[in-house]
């Protein structure tokens, strides 16, 4: 893993909601609508959260939500053009933020030359695709704007590794790969070399929902993938108060970290934003501690620090609860999220001063069904996190005991937790 992203913590942002964006493509012809610029009143603010990288989901040109590509070479006329991106990443670099793009390359949009010209009979640009049978095209997931590339052909091989190096030359720092999980490792295996020598520092995320995690890293040679066992295994266990699930994921996780350094996350642009999946509202700092102080590479989605709510729903634009628009600048958000932005900025905090937690084994050194301890360990030291989704005080053995980090609340008793408490203890 390349030594920066040993240090990077994520804000992730959905462009085309958080600027506000029309949800299909301009008409041809029309002049770029320059909203990339207002991401950078935003910048400051992740530093003050303390967050060091910008993952950005999809800039390039799409026929609605970013993800039916049209065009991986041009800026989304919704968004803007190369200016504004240019602006954009030369405004992160003043501010020592790294930059994360989001690349749809398992599939594209019905518009994508390639698929027109194949539409058209183009036997060179069929190749470009996978086809059924009966002569439609192969889609992702069952959505017939989206269609399926063939990751067999050596053109697809080649077009994706310019597009990668083309926007590594213009200042990214590294790719989330969408759908990485449909895509055969073996394309990444191909693909990722000729990058590599050309941008050595570069970060490759796949998005990887479930299966063996640590095979497809091997196997596929990305350095990480989404941690989506972590992820669910939070909210259910604190939801169920069942932190028996919660202490098998743990477990888990830490195996995996044997093998390679996942991406973690409490929230992201396809799921139900955390304070509306929590049922507890206490239960916010629990969950930031767990993914401050395991090891990985953390991701706060947008506006979750803020305590945003949304449900992603099973319909068309189900979505758009948890891709809203943002205000023009912090100033503009409202004083109800200021306590979870508080947590957050804490949390964060602790991770920033001790970063060796980036590698971090954790075990689990008290368990029952509302209360736990995870004593997370690296070459810097160790950490203890006590949690209780207990409605009564509860108290922890005196073997974990240590010295406050930080807490939800106080008392004289650092092993001693008020109902639906949490502490860190060094």
């Known amino acids: 893993m ?51 990288g910008l993952a950005l ?24 053009d190369d200016a504004d991106v240019d602006r954009l990443v030369d405004a992160c670099r003043e501010r020592g933020i790294r930059v994360l793009l989001d690349g749809v390359f398992n599939h594209v ?27 439609s095209p ?16 050596p053109a697809v091989r080649q077009h994706v590794g310019d597009v990668m190096r083309h926007w590594l030359s213009r200042g990214a720092d590294g790719w989330r790969l969408d759908a990485a999980y449909q895509v055969p490792s073996s394309f990444w295996r191909a693909v990722l070399p000729s990058v590599r020598a050309e941008f050595p520092d570069a970060w490759f995320v796949g998005e990887v ?42 477990e888990r996780h830490s195996e995996m970290m044997e093998s390679f350094v996942p991406l973690t ?13 929590l049922e507890h509202p206490d239960h916010v700092g629990h969950a930031v501690a767990v993914l401050m102080t395991l090891g990985g590479i953390p991701s706060i989605y947008a506006g979750d620090e803020q305590a945003f709510t949304g449900v992603k729903e099973e319909r068309e634009f ?24 508080e ?5 964060i905090g602790v991770r920033r001063r001790h970063d060796w937690l980036a590698h971090a084994r954790t075990t689990v050194e008290h368990l029952d069904n509302t209360t736990i301890a995870l004593r997370s360990t690296g070459s810097g030291g160790a950490v203890t996190l006590l949690l209780s989704v207990d409605d009564e005080p509860r108290r922890f053995p005196d073997a974990l005991g240590g010295t406050v980090l930080a807490e939800s609340g106080g008392g004289d008793d650092p092993l001693l937790l008020e109902p639906h408490g949490w502490r860190l203890l060094g």
């Open 138 to 153: 192969d889609d992702f997931e069952g959505h017939d704007l989206l269609v399926a590339l063939d990751h067999d052909e």
């Open 57 to 80: 989901g999809p800039v390039f040109a799409s026929g609605s939500h970013g993800y039916d590509t049209t065009d991986f070479f041009r800026i989304d006329p919704r968004l803007g």
């Open 2 to 52: 390349t030594s920066w992203v040993e240090h990077a913590i994520w804000w992730q942002v959905y462009p085309l909601g958080f600027v506000d964006a029309e949800r299909e493509a301009l008409p041809p012809g029309t002049q770029p609508v320059h909203r990339l610029d207002r991401l950078v009143p935003w910048l400051d603010y992740l530093l003050e959260l303390g967050c060091s």
């Open 265 to 277: 996350f409490l929230g992201n642009h396809d799921v139900t934003r955390l304070a509306s999946t």
């Open 318 to 341: 189900g979505d758009d609860a948890v891709r809203p628009p943002f205000p023009d600048d912090p100033s503009g958000l409202a004083p109800f999220g200021e306590p979870v932005r």
């Open 109 to 135: 949009g019905r518009d994508f030359e390639r698929f027109r010209a194949a539409e058209q009979g183009d036997a060179d640009a069929r190749r470009w695709f996978r086809w059924r049978e009966d002569g």
């Open 343 to 347: 947590v957050h900025q804490r949390l």
């Open 209 to 250: 929902i479930h299966g063996d995690y640590a095979a497809i890293v091997d196997d596929s040679g990305l350095d990480s993938v989404t941690q989506y066992e972590l992820w669910k295994a939070v909210w259910s266990a604190f939801n169920d108060r069942n932190l028996w699930e919660l202490a098998h994921a743990v």
